[in-house]
């Protein structure tokens, strides 16, 4: 059989029917922003592969550094040992999180680091005493597939299958210039049940839901209020952290910091799966006890993998060098010049930006969800020109690794503007 036979015959791709689907592209190589196919082509990767890579594929300087930790130490158990990649990393990652946040607990992906978040929200509360069962969530959200983070993202038809099996939680509406006002009156009622454990939130802008952006002032004000009546806050900042938003957290545009922090996606730059969930001292203070019982009890056989924190470690090296920040802003600057040039064109939804995001939702008939037949376009019109731009239905988003250049940005929009003449 040939590669596509035997990807067909052995393999069940993520988020793809099983049938009446073209197959797969054969990626063989990879460098810059570039994929580099079997049969030749060279694919610019607008969509950083799922959010993932910040720097570049294939970078030389992460890839030296995964080589020496390979012939090094590959893995160890992280229960009763530790390593110096895992606690290089941590103190990386402290000193550019929120100042509040003081412990790094690792898991190995984006929906991980969230199940972690929740279960150490609940525990806090297990042990203290208190009987706190009760979540908040923003309608829309997305926070993985586990069943931790199914439970605390939209009720949809992603969730439907396992709907029965899912804890319930109090979702507040997405929050529009419309309805700041009701919404926050609705969240300040659910924290004066004072049944609250825990209020989750994608800081500023959702994700999977169709790059939605909120307020940043009102979630401060509802983190301030949560916090003010014991409700511990979790940010997941799976896909806005590291740069995404412009800032390197989500959170650095807010004055209320959360109480636990939940990383993964760029974590590594895109190079090897690792997840962090992060906290403050008093969440770390209710598990201060020689008790076996009020032991976090959570880990995963890959907790804090050596390789992992490795390129992790490079990434953040990388990040925080100027020429990354410029980049950001560049990029930055390039996306709020598009979104201005576009803001009245014909047939266009929205619109919108923030850092290195770029939203653009066209109108449709009829579904605008994430099973709008607009994806059957929108995917293969900009594959057939050689960039990847994975559609949420109705929309496209741009978001590059940091080392694209302003020409393949120029061939990104200009691929988007020629759609613009199809509608």
């Not at 038809?157 to 529009?176: A, S, Y």
């Not at 940091?402 to 003449?421: C, G, M, P, T, W």
Request: one cysteine or more; charged letters at 20%; aromatic letters at 12%.
């Amino acid at each position: 059989m040939n590669w596509q036979d035997k990807d067909k015959a052995y393999i069940w791709h993520p988020f793809t029917p099983l049938l009446g689907v073209s197959e797969p592209l054969c990626v063989t190589s990879a460098s810059g922003v570039h994929l580099q196919t079997e049969d030749g082509r060279k694919i610019i990767d607008a969509n950083s592969s799922w959010w993932v890579n910040l720097h570049g594929h294939a970078h030389p300087y992460i890839a030296e550094k995964v080589a020496e930790q390979v012939n090094t130490l590959e893995h160890v158990i992280f229960a009763g040992f530790t390593h110096k990649p895992a606690i290089n990393l941590a103190e990386n990652l402290l000193s550019i999180l929120p100042e509040n946040q003081s412990k790094i607990f690792y898991s190995d992906n984006g929906s991980t680091a969230v199940e972690v978040a929740i279960k150490m929200a609940f525990q806090f509360w297990y042990n203290l005493g208190q009987d706190k069962k009760r979540v908040i969530a923003i309608d829309g959200a997305y926070h993985g597939d586990t069943f931790g983070s199914m439970s605390v993202g939209e009720r949809s038809d992603f969730t439907k299958p396992f709907t029965n099996h899912l804890f319930d939680v109090e979702f507040i509406d997405f929050p529009t210039s419309a309805n700041e006002s009701s919404v926050f009156e609705r969240f300040k009622t659910l924290v004066d049940s004072n049944e609250i454990a825990s209020f989750i939130f994608e800081p500023i802008i959702q994700g999977a839901s169709g790059m939605r952006i909120y307020n940043a002032e009102l979630l401060d004000r509802m983190i301030q209020y949560a916090q003010d009546h014991n409700v511990i806050c979790i940010a997941d900042e799976v896909m806005t952290g590291f740069g995404r938003t412009g800032k390197l957290f989500a959170s650095d545009y807010l004055e209320h910091k959360p109480d636990i922090i939940c990383l993964s996606k760029g974590l590594t730059g895109g190079t090897m799966a690792l997840g962090v969930t992060s906290c403050t001292n008093a969440i770390v203070d209710a598990f201060m006890s020689k008790d076996l019982y009020k032991t976090f009890l959570h880990g995963h056989s890959f907790t804090a993998n050596p390789i992992a924190c490795a390129s992790a470690n490079a990434s953040f090296e990388l990040l925080t060098k100027q020429e990354c920040q410029d980049n950001i802003q560049r990029i930055t600057n390039q996306h709020e010049r598009f979104k201005e040039k576009h803001k009245l064109t014909p047939k266009l939804k929205d619109i919108r930006s923030l850092g290195t995001i770029l939203a653009i939702e066209f109108e449709t008939e009829n579904d605008s969800s994430y099973f709008s037949e607009m994806r059957n376009r929108l995917y293969p019109f900009f594959l057939e020109r050689d960039i990847l731009l994975r559609p949420l239905g109705n929309l496209i988003y741009v978001i590059p690794p940091y080392i694209i250049s302003n020409d393949e940005l120029a061939k990104v929009y200009d691929a988007i503007e020629e759609f613009f003449s199809t509608l």
